[in-house]
């Protein structure tokens, strides 16, 4: 057990709808990052959150969204759904705002769209 | 930017033989190397760190990775597999703030 925990575990849902996945790090991690992981892409870093504060990005559609509250905690809201979004999305935590930290992850939530 | 490329995505080894998962990697610039691992329905966890400080990483179950300047390589190895190494192992480089992850090799063992 990584000590991040993500839910839902699992979500089911159609195209063009919208959806909000939730991510509580480590206790005391003040970064949380947010993966893809699927068949054709494999896994991609989408977006780095640290204290609050955006600190890094990558591949993320502008669709999709994210934001890390004062406790911590962060959320990943992924909107008009496709079916190419179909995947696993995974949260990291790290101490610090490094991303070249060690990363703990969370065991993921699988997305499905229908 | 630092990427990172597995030779291999599938190898199987019998149970008690060496394991050597193939990865190598481009970067101009001194690199950032990881080995992760994930098992089946479960998340990545951090096998092992390159930190330039010694060219030999020693990592968690065994595993250790050797860093090869000369051949840009990063090789993942364990001396005698288990049942419990079956799993899909990242290579993956750190770069403009962000992990790069390799496609992944699959590590079947056989029993």
């Known amino acids: 057990d990584s000590g991040v925990t993500q839910t839902p575990k699992h979500l089911i849902t159609a195209t063009g709808q919208r959806v909000t996945l939730r991510c509580s790090p480590r206790?005391?991690?003040?970064?949380v990052y947010w993966y893809q992981q699927s068949l054709d892409q494999g896994l991609q870093f989408l977006i780095q959150y640290y204290n609050g504060e955006e600190r890094a990005k990558g591949n993320i559609l502008e669709r999709f969204s994210a934001q890390q509250f004062p406790d911590l905690h962060s959320e990943l809201n992924l909107s008009s759904l496709e079916l190419g979004d179909s995947a696993l999305y995974f949260c990291?935590?790290?101490?610090?705002?490094?991303?070249?930290?060690?990363?703990?992850f969370g065991p993921g939530t699988r997305l499905t769209v229908l | 930017a630092q990427s990172v490329t597995q030779l291999d995505s599938h190898v199987s080894v019998s149970e008690g033989t060496p394991v050597l998962l193939r990865c190598n990697y481009s970067?101009?610039?001194?690199?950032?190397l990881f080995w992760y691992v994930q098992h089946p329905n479960k998340g990545l966890q951090l096998l092992l760190k390159y930190t330039s400080a010694a060219t030999l990483v020693k990592g968690i179950n065994g595993f250790e990775a050797e860093f090869k300047k000369s051949e840009t390589s990063f090789h993942l190895t364990k001396p005698s597999a288990h049942m419990s190494d079956a799993a899909e192992y990242f290579c993956v480089g750190f770069g403009n703030e962000k992990l790069t992850f390799g496609t992944g090799t699959r590590l079947t063992i056989i029993p």
């Open positions: 970067s101009s610039y001194s690199p950032s």
């Open positions: 990291a935590s790290s101490v610090g705002g490094s991303g070249g930290a060690k990363q703990f």
């Open positions: 206790s005391g991690d003040l970064s």
